[in-house]
Nanobody, 115 residues
């Protein structure tokens, strides 16, 4: 059974930081590209950051310079370090694992940036 379990979300003040984690099981994790997506109320889901099986990273313009995606293949875990958070970063953040046409999703974790 494939599982992607996110953690690390919560309430943070503007300018603060959070680190999201996504632990994968049931897949050959090291072969999968991993991504973090987010969906704010009333908006479409958007890609925040992605990392290939070889460690190549890609970021949305809104995340560049503030967020860092990384992966630990020994722990089957992908991370999203988020710094300088803004109220517009408020959303449900979901983890994605992709290999070819195969996609798996986590259940999501809420991130709220508010004073």
């Amino acid at each position: 059974q494939v599982q992607l379990v996110e953690s690390g979300g919560g309430l943070v003040q503007p300018g603060g930081s959070l680190r999201l984690s996504c632990a994968a099981s049931g897949i050959a994790y090291r072969l999968y590209a991993m991504g973090w997506y987010r969906q704010a109320p009333g908006k479409q889901r958007e890609l925040v950051a992605a990392i290939s099986s070889g460690g190549i990273t890609d970021y949305a313009d809104s995340a560049k310079g503030r967020f860092t995606i990384s992966r630990d293949n020994a722990k089957n875990t992908v991370y999203l370090q988020m710094n300088s958070l803004k109220p517009e970063d408020t959303a449900i953040y979901s983890c994605n694992a992709r290999l070819g046409r195969t996609d798996y999703w986590g259940q999501g974790t809420q991130v709220t940036v508010s004073s």
